[in-house]
């Protein structure tokens, strides 16, 4: 895929937040670099941040890197590669090969400490400046790597203060260091077990939306304002399980927007 992925967060999982999904929104591009045998050797990353809409000084970023699976008349589903241990090394300001996964990197701890200066991009008492971009190189175990399996970024975000709990995007499976036991309490309605469905409430609303846009100037909604309202298509894409209004995002709804331009 080349161009932008923009990836959006609502904090407070298992529990229902204020569906804003401007908590954290990041701009995303992967670009990975192969040798003869069709394996991946590295990647290149830029992670714009382009809203910090959390007043929570308890948000940490993750990315996970996960095998693709494709089947004949099968779902796409991800799974943690069958060695873990596929990383090598990691390049970026405050970023960590995260300790007890070796398919994934801590990228900040801490991500309103880690921005200095801090700004929101929310449109509501908060500073508003241009996006900081991350660059981050990762290196991967060639030898633990499958040629040809194709491999994604998934990014999360979890607790500063708890780092088992995670937040993900739909069907995107946890880390080994999350903790599972928050699965089908509050809001949550996972079932990992049978169809490894992760990360969605009863209402089948998410708490992190991929989006790939292609584009990086994708309007995010401003603070206090739902996700639905910015985007009235929103509605049917989540109650069509993402069948119908594939688009909704190309509608934003003025003045309930925030562009970063």
């Known amino acids: 895929y080349i161009g932008f992925k923009t990836v959006l967060f609502d904090e407070g999982w298992p529990y229902l937040n204020d569906f804003d999904f401007n908590d954290l929104v990041i701009k995303t591009s992967i670009s990975y670099h192969f040798n ?6 590295d990647a290149s990353i830029a992670i714009v941040m382009s809203a910090l809409g959390t ?29 873990k241990n596929i990383l090598t090394a990691v390049y970026g300001p405050t970023a960590i090969i995260d300790p007890n996964n ?23 008492i908060g500073v508003s400046r241009t996006p900081d971009t991350l660059h981050l190189k990762v290196k991967f175990n060639t030898e633990q790597m499958i040629a040809g399996k194709i491999v994604i970024g998934d990014f999360f975000i979890f607790q500063t203060d708890n ?44 708490w992190a939306i991929e989006m790939l846009t292609g584009r990086v100037d994708f309007a995010h909604p401003s603070k206090q304002y739902l996700i639905n309202k910015a985007y009235p298509n929103f509605d049917l894409w989540v109650e069509s399980n993402s069948i119908k209004a594939n688009d909704w995002y190309l509608y934003p709804v003025e003045p309930y927007v925030f562009w970063n331009r």
Do not use: C, M
Request: hydrophobic fraction near 25%.
């Open 102 to 124: 070796k398919n994934a990197i801590v990228i900040s701890d801490n991500i309103i400490v880690n921005t200095q200066p801090y700004y929101t991009n929310d449109d509501w």
């Open 36 to 41: 003869k045998e069709n394996k991946p050797v």
């Open 55 to 83: 007043r929570n000084k308890n948000i940490g970023l993750g990315l996970q890197f996960l095998e693709l699976n494709q089947q004949p008349n099968s779902p796409i589903s991800y799974t943690q590669p069958e060695n």
């Open 163 to 206: 780092r088992s709990i995670e937040t993900h995007v739909v069907d995107r499976p946890p880390t080994a260091t999350a903790d599972q036991s928050f699965f089908n309490t509050q809001a949550d309605q996972s079932d990992k077990a049978n169809t490894h469905h992760y990360y969605t409430s009863k209402e089948n609303t998410p």
